[in-house]
């Protein structure tokens, strides 16, 4: 089932939902239904029946429990986000939206963490951390707008990853309704809890397909101290995975990243940051690291210097205060905003680190030989092999065109990437852009299994059918 | 020409500042400090003057604690050639500031001095002025251009009515404002080489001044919290309210 099977009319439909939620958390307006039903890809033209806005678990369940009755399906959505039409309603599907399930609660200093509704977005638990003096350090562009629910569905990483992991390590427990309507409490926010399957791993990352998250219990940390950033201007790519592994080997990075020339040159362009220095480089990366001591200095100059004298590095600048670290970050965040205008063709794929450069030459040499008027703009997290392939339509290629070439240059690069055993997500989830190339990263025999999970937790296919796997 | 810039170590901008729990003063306990942003524009706009073969020497002064050696060393590392740190660990007023700064213009003799318009933490605005009246030199505020033409400069200065040029002759003080410049990053090269430039520590009693205090801070109290909008009906019940309540129609 990809779409909604029930026989019941609209009017019952709405009805039913409003005796579950009350008759104001039911929207039906051309404008919800258009907001509500759509992520960031936009691909998809939304076309839900109905938004439905629960305040509890319960509710949730009442929800799921009629959907299962009248064959209804259910799309979750959170700050919608999302780059792979995960939480896209195009088939009449009924959106539960966890807008109002945004309550912070049962903080525990002693455990460092804190109970969180799905609706909870990201930047209000970074900023209710730091109102208790701690840390939640999964972080990214979208964080002023994504939902704590939506991160745990598709286990979203961000720019820190390298050093604090994805979602997936900050999840202690989980309160999930699943497809058949249970509520299951998971983990119970123990650290150690060896009873067998950690079912909570398999709701971070479902993307709803199994259950909805409804609560979370998220863990805290300590505030990294005194971030400070270093942009290394470097000659060729190789050099990058020279620099990496030279300061990863010493000094514990909370990030790193690169981009290239072009991509920085774009965002330099729009005049709202400086370049970092003068000196011309191919590539650039940007790390960063605490800098608790002065010691902690010194060591990142001595590396620096050792990379200079390899020639690894040709030039580099150093934050001296919190504004240029967040001005010097801006050069790679600003990035995808920036070329947006060249409508570009994206691409988030990951291999393991060390091969990185041959998989990334691989992919350029193809995509130059085929399409040599594409400019291709490279950036990513590439402490963790997480590549982003941006490729800008030409100014005087039709779009159509340029997305009907695009889609061989993709099926190019997931081969690549099946050759090279890397993921065709490596950050962004599945949904229903990249679930066509899901085989090129699972086998056969996994998908099967997948099913099979699915069909346990979900056997009316209710829940965000048609996202990640066919039941078919 | 030689060129003296003061800069001064203060809370990073971009911290969320808090205020101790007894109101006495500001929370500075593992705050993240970094040089006063109107200073790093002092700095850069002495290291352009160097550039352009107009000053021959710049020497950057610091007054506060030891750590402010930081924010010398990021000035060296930005292109001034030594620094001076006139180390205290006392609270200063901005005449006390002028005071120490006019001892050291004595000693150094520079033709120009750059200083920020003012620090972002006390927010004075009277230590370039103080030290003008102090020194007897004249000053050039708020400056968004720079000229030093032989024995004059030419400051442009940011007033209310827009634009005004002032042609001081030299030595004399320049204060900086937001547009006269933007400020480069340090490079990790100069960074390097900034630790090899020298900087020199004397004491306010080396200076001849003693560090005195004629204010008292009698309470710090963050600014009152916005409280939470309403959503009106109508646009009837938004006039009604900007009239009556808001009282801005």
């Known amino acids: 089932m990809t779409q909604s099977q029930t026989s019941l009319s609209q009017t019952e439909l709405e009805n039913q939902l409003k005796a579950i939620v009350g008759d104001d958390k039911v929207k039906t307006d051309p404008d919800s239904l258009e907001t509500f ?21 319960e509710q949730v369940q009442a929800i799921v429990k009629f959907a299962n009755e009248h064959r209804v399906a259910l799309v979750p959505s959170g700050g919608r986000t999302g780059l792979s039409a995960g939480a896209v309603a195009a088939n009449g599907e009924v959106v539960v939206a966890f807008d109002y399930m945004n309550s912070i609660s049962g903080f525990n200093a002693m455990d460092k963490t804190v109970r969180c509704g799905a609706g909870v977005i990201t930047e209000q638990l970074q900023n209710y951390a730091e109102e208790q003096g701690l840390f939640y350090p999964v972080d990214f562009a979208s964080a002023g707008s994504s939902q704590i629910g939506g991160n745990i569905g598709t286990n979203a990483g961000g720019i820190k990853v390298i050093r604090y992991g994805m979602t997936r390590d900050w999840v202690a427990g989980l309160t999930v309704v699943t497809g058949k309507g249970d509520i299951l409490e998971l983990n119970k ?10 079912m909570r791993q398999l709701f971070i990352g479902g993307e709803g397909t199994l259950g909805f998250v409804t609560e979370a219990t998220m863990r ?18 190789e050099a990058i995975m020279s620099v990496l592994n ?9 990030a790193f990243e690169f981009f290239s020339d072009k991509a920085m040159r774009k965002v330099v362009a729009r005049g709202d940051v400086p370049a970092p220095f003068e000196t011309e480089a191919e590539y650039y990366a940007l790390l960063e690291f605490e800098a608790e001591t002065e010691g902690h200095i010194d060591q990142a100059m001595e590396l620096f210097e050792k990379c200079m004298e390899e020639g690894w590095v040709l030039d580099g600048v150093m934050s001296q205060s919190e504004t240029q670290a967040q001005n010097l970050w801006r050069l790679r965040e600003d990035i ?9 063709y994206k691409n988030d794929i990951s291999v393991v680190v060390s091969k990185v450069p041959p998989f990334l030459n691989e992919i350029e040499e193809i995509v130059t030989r085929e399409y040599p008027n594409f400019e291709i703009i490279w950036f990513g997290h590439i402490g963790d092999g997480n590549l982003h392939l941006n490729i800008l339509k030409p100014d005087d290629l039709a779009k159509e065109i340029f997305f009907e070439q695009c889609a061989k240059v993709s099926t190019w690069v997931f081969e690549i990437v099946e050759k090279y055993k890397g993921s065709v997500s490596a950050e962004h989830g599945v949904g229903m852009t990249k679930k066509p190339y899901l085989e090129y990263t699972r086998s056969a025999a996994e998908i099967g299994y997948m099913r099979a999970v699915k069909a346990v937790f979900d056997p009316n296919n209710i829940m965000n059918p048609g996202k990640l796997i066919d039941m078919e | 020409m030689k060129v003296l810039v003061a800069v001064k170590r203060v809370i990073d901008y971009n911290v969320k500042v808090r205020v101790k729990p007894d109101n006495s003063d500001v929370d500075l306990n593992n705050v993240k400090m970094a040089m006063n942003p109107f200073c790093e524009i002092a700095v850069e706009e002495a290291v352009r003057l160097k550039e352009k073969g107009v000053a021959t020497e710049i020497v950057v002064v610091s007054i506060g604690p030891k750590v402010a050696q930081e924010q010398i060393r990021t000035s060296l590392a930005l292109g001034a050639d030594r620094g001076i740190l006139i180390e205290t660990d006392e609270k200063l007023e901005s005449l006390t500031v002028a005071k120490l700064l006019k001892a050291v213009v004595e000693k150094e003799q520079p033709q120009l001095v750059v200083l920020g318009k003012q620090s972002i933490d006390s927010d004075n605005n009277q230590t370039g002025q103080m030290l003008g009246a102090l020194t007897g030199l004249p000053q050039g505020t708020f400056a968004s251009e720079v000229v030093v033409d032989g024995d004059k400069v030419n400051v442009t200065r940011e007033v209310d009515a827009g634009l005004r040029t002032v042609g001081l002759s030299l030595p004399a003080i320049v204060t900086t404002d937001l547009r006269l410049n933007e400020p480069r990053y340090a490079s990790l090269p100069n960074i390097m080489k900034a630790k090899r430039k020298p900087l020199e520590v004397v004491s306010p009693a080396d200076l001849g001044v003693e560090i005195k205090s004629t204010q008292t801070v009698v309470k710090v109290t963050p600014p009152a919290e916005r409280s939470a909008g309403i959503k009106v009906a ?16």
């Open chain 1, 37 to 57: 039903g759509k992520d960031w890809t936009k691909i998809y033209p939304p076309n839900p029946s109905a938004i439905v806005f629960p305040k509890t678990t």
């Open chain 1, 189 to 198: 926010d123990l650290v150690k809890n060896n009873t067998g399957y950690d």
């Open chain 1, 220 to 237: 805290l940390t300590r505030p990294a101290k005194n971030l400070t950033v270093l942009v290394l201007g470097v000659p060729e790519f």
């Open chain 1, 246 to 254: 030279t300061f990863q080997t010493n000094i514990d990075l909370t």
């Open chain 1, 336 to 344: 995808s905003e920036t070329i947006a205008e060249w409508t570009p």
């Open chain 2, 234 to 249: 109508d646009v009837a019940e938004l006039v009604e309210k900007l009239k009556n309540e808001a009282k801005v129609l």
